[in-house]
C-alpha cells in the first residue's frame, strides 16, 4: 500500500509557472504508475499525465501537452507536474494517483489504486 500527499498548489497569476510535487510513503515506489488528475468545480475528474515506474514513458491530455511536464525521482519517492503558462482553465484541485503496474496507459482514473487528498490550483486571469 502507498500512501500520497500532495503539495505545491497556489493562487497565481494566468501565465505563471508552478510545480506541485507528490510525496509517497513505501519501498515500492518504483513500481507503480504515478499520475495527475485534476477536478474543476461541478466537473468530473479528469486526467492530465501519467508517468511509467522508470520515467521512460509519459503520456499526457490534449489539453496540458506543451505546457505541463511529469517527472519523478525514484530515489525520493516523489513524483513532479511542472505546470507553465497557466490558464483560468487550469484552476482545480489536483490529485495525485498511483497505480500497481509498472506502466498504465489507461487515462481513467478507475485505473488508479491509491489518491492523494488534493492540493489546490488557482490560475486566476
Known amino acids: 500500500q502507498v500512501q500520497l500527499v500532495e503539495s505545491g498548489g497556489a493562487l497565481v497569476q494566468a501565465g505563471a509557472s508552478l510545480r506541485l510535487s507528490c510525496a509517497a510513503s513505501g519501498r515500492t515506489f518504483s513500481r507503480y504508475t504515478m499520475g495527475w488528475f485534476r477536478q474543476a468545480p461541478g466537473k468530473e475528474r479528469e486526467f492530465v499525465a501519467s508517468?511509467?515506474?522508470?520515467?521512460?514513458?509519459?503520456s499526457y491530455a490534449d489539453s496540458v501537452k506543451g505546457r505541463f511536464t511529469i517527472s519523478r525521482d525514484n530515489a525520493k519517492n516523489t513524483v513532479y507536474l511542472q505546470m507553465n503558462s497557466l490558464r483560468a482553465e487550469d484552476t482545480a484541485v489536483y490529485y495525485c494517483?498511483?497505480?500497481?503496474?509498472?506502466?498504465?496507459?489507461?487515462?481513467?482514473?478507475?485505473?488508479?489504486?491509491?489518491w492523494g487528498q488534493g492540493t489546490q490550483v488557482t490560475a486566476s486571469s
Open positions: 494517483a498511483a497505480a500497481s503496474a509498472l506502466w498504465v496507459s489507461s487515462k481513467i482514473a478507475s485505473a488508479f489504486n491509491y
Open positions: 508517468i511509467n515506474w522508470s520515467g521512460g514513458s509519459t
